[in-house]
């Protein structure tokens, strides 16, 4: 049954990615200069994320291996992540765990890209056995935890009982030899669960946001009689999440990822704080409709783009953008008012 999710996930993520969603990113507007005095050579997109240096501030997110045929799919994700320096986190490695003889179907992507930046991917609610195993199939620079709570309940087959997972994730924390990653997958984040992982040393968070692939259409699809559709909009939007993530900056990493379209969103992503950018039904598509080649040089146009847009701004490092200026608008103006969070400062930066 696992492995039919898998494809099942796999096919509707596709579709999910192109029907309407609430578009967050379309809210926040960069205050134009006319004088930015740099040139675009002197831009740089290399960035640091929890102590690893990235050459590529895009990361390919996590999304497959645990059926036979989706060897392929990681074979060639691990090409693009390789020729492009994108770091690139394989799915949920429970399939595997359960069954060795999956575990090739992620272990490919150690064999592709022997020196890459590969992350490991459990459940947050999973064994510290099952997190160490899953960190050696692949040789892993990180551990990603996943959190994904609503598709699970959406799930008929899905797991119902989430007491003690704060434990675990903790316990995990300090049983593995390398950074763990929390992350959501879609239905974003906000302060009071900043504030709970901070609070078990968490450094490293990827919001997951609302906006892009959306597991509770997804698990509704698969659902007979559909009968879960109200809930599809459920959860923070990717910039919602960040704007919530700006006081835990200082000591938490956060990766902006979920509906991420474009080198625009990616550097507005910079701009609200983010350290990387994840990207998956993404790449998943340009694979998908156009191939390696095409997608490896796709991602390097995007290196390319994001400079542009840098120099547009006149931060030429990646970790400048935060002090980009930027006016909040719409829905995510009326959250943060909601939220007693302060918006007005991103417009007011030089
Ligand atoms: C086909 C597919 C499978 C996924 N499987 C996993 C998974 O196994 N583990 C996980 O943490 N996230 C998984 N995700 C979630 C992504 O990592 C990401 O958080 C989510 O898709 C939002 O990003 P996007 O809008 O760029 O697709 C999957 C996404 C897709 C599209």
Known sequence: MREQRKLDHLNLALQSNKSERYLSFDELHFIHRSLPEMDVQECNVNVNLGGLNLTSPLIINAMTGGAFSTEQINHDLAVIAKETGMALA?????????????????????????????????????????????????????????LNIPQELVMPE??????????????IKEKVPVSVIVKEVGFGMCKETYETLKGIGIHIIDVGGKGGT???????????????DFINEWGQSTVVSLIESAKYQTEIDFISSGGIRNPLDMVKSFALGAKAIGLASPVLSLLKEQGVEK?????QNWHEQIKLIMTMLGKPRVEKLVNASLVVTGTTKEWCECRNIEYKSYAKRM
């Open 90 to 146: 394989v799915g949920s490695q429970k399939a595997a765990l359960r069954n060795h003889k999956l575990i090739r179907t992620y272990e490919v992507v150690r064999k592709v890209n022997p020196k890459g930046i590969i992350f490991a991917n459990v459940s947050a609610d999973s064994t510290v056995e099952d997190a160490l195993e899953a960190i050696e199939m692949v040789q892993a620079d990180m551990l990603q935890l996943h």
């Open 158 to 171: 899905g797991d119902r009982h989430f007491k003690g997972m704060i434990e675990k994730i903790h316990h």
């Open 214 to 228: 959306n597991f509770a259409w997804i698990e509704n699809q698969r659902r007979e009689g559909k009968d879960f």
């Open 295 to 299: 997608a490896i040089h796709r991602i």
